[in-house]
């Protein structure tokens, strides 16, 4: 589940379900050659058949890993070809394949776009696969969206950081004038401060104001944000 439903629960964002036109993919092999393994043929299939599951977070990407050395050559070829077709599962796919080669191709996605969440998403992508700062400087446009719902989509990716940037950004949220957003960022805190989420939070608004200014606290928050992205 989740960081979103983990916190609200699932009745608060009721699903939608419509009816998606098929997307026309660029594919130059034979998905169900026997040659391929069941990892690669998951992989196939949630990226290039029905993408809902990771829409929704719901699906094991463990197929990322235990595919083989040519079948990920391959999946990169795949979702190389079929990035101009713009679908954020695509983009993050070439980010947990660490493709570089994809990078051109991302970076004329990003120059050619002007809406914030795509630039968000394509931002994210590059940024995994070689830390270009024009990531952390869009992170730092969130807070100045204008639509809380904006604001709210992308609060999470705040900490992909994993640094002391990412703790200052949350403490950015820790004030915003959207009270759905100052409680999702004191959730966010808390589960960092305490190691898990809680139905209640431990520690209040007031705790974590209280330590603004404190530099050893925020990086014994950010130490272990770090230890956490690594697990």
């Given at each position: 589940?989740?960081?979103?439903?983990?916190?609200?629960?699932?009745?608060?964002?009721?699903?939608?379900?419509?009816?998606?036109?098929q997307?026309?993919?660029?594919?130059?092999?034979?998905?169900?050659?026997?040659?391929?393994?069941?990892?690669?043929?998951?992989?196939?299939?949630?990226?290039?058949?029905?993408?809902?599951?990771?829409?929704?977070?719901?699906?094991?990407?463990?197929?990322?890993?235990?595919?083989?050395?040519?079948?990920?050559?391959?999946?990169?070829?795949?979702?190389?070809?079929?990035?101009?077709?713009?679908?954020?599962?695509?983009?993050?796919a070439?980010?947990?394949?660490?493709?570089?080669?994809?990078?051109?191709?991302?970076?004329?996605?990003?120059?050619?776009?002007?809406?914030?969440?795509?630039?968000?998403?394509?931002?994210?992508?590059?940024?995994?696969?070689?830390?270009?700062?024009?990531?952390?400087?869009?992170?730092?446009?969130?807070?100045?969206?204008?639509?809380?719902?904006?604001?709210?989509?992308?609060?999470?990716?705040?900490?992909?950081?994993?640094?002391?940037?990412?703790?200052?950004?949350?403490?950015?949220?820790?004030?915003?004038?959207?009270?759905?957003?100052?409680?999702t960022?004191?959730?966010?805190?808390?589960?960092?401060?305490?190691?898990?989420?809680?139905?209640?939070?431990?520690?209040?608004?007031?705790?974590?104001?209280?330590?603004?200014?404190?530099?050893?606290?925020?990086?014994?928050?950010a130490?272990?944000?770090?230890?956490m992205?690594?697990?």
């Amino acid at each position: 589940m989740n960081f979103f439903n983990r916190l609200f629960g699932k009745k608060q964002f009721k699903e939608q379900i419509v009816k998606r036109k098929q997307t026309e993919y660029f594919i130059d092999i034979d998905p169900n050659s026997s040659s391929l393994s069941t990892a690669f043929k998951d992989f196939y299939s949630n990226h290039f058949i029905d993408s809902y599951g990771l829409a929704r977070e719901e699906v094991d990407l463990g197929f990322f890993i235990t595919m083989t050395f040519e079948e990920k050559e391959i999946a990169k070829r795949l979702i190389r070809q079929n990035l101009k077709l713009r679908q954020v599962h695509l983009f993050k796919a070439a980010a947990y394949l660490d493709d570089k080669e994809a990078l051109p191709i991302l970076y004329e996605q990003f120059n050619n776009n002007t809406d914030f969440s795509w630039l968000m998403t394509i931002g994210q992508s590059i940024w995994k696969l070689n830390k270009d700062k024009l990531y952390p400087e869009l992170l730092w446009q969130i807070k100045k969206q204008p639509n809380e719902t904006m604001r709210f989509v992308h609060f999470r990716q705040v900490t992909d950081l994993a640094n002391e940037e990412s703790i200052e950004l949350l403490y950015n949220f820790l004030y915003d004038e959207s009270n759905l957003i100052k409680s999702t960022a004191l959730t966010e805190m808390n589960f960092l401060a305490v190691g898990k989420y809680e139905k209640e939070n431990r520690y209040g608004f007031s705790y974590f104001d209280t330590n603004i200014n404190n530099t050893i606290f925020k990086n014994e928050l950010a130490e272990k944000l770090k230890n956490m992205k690594r697990q």
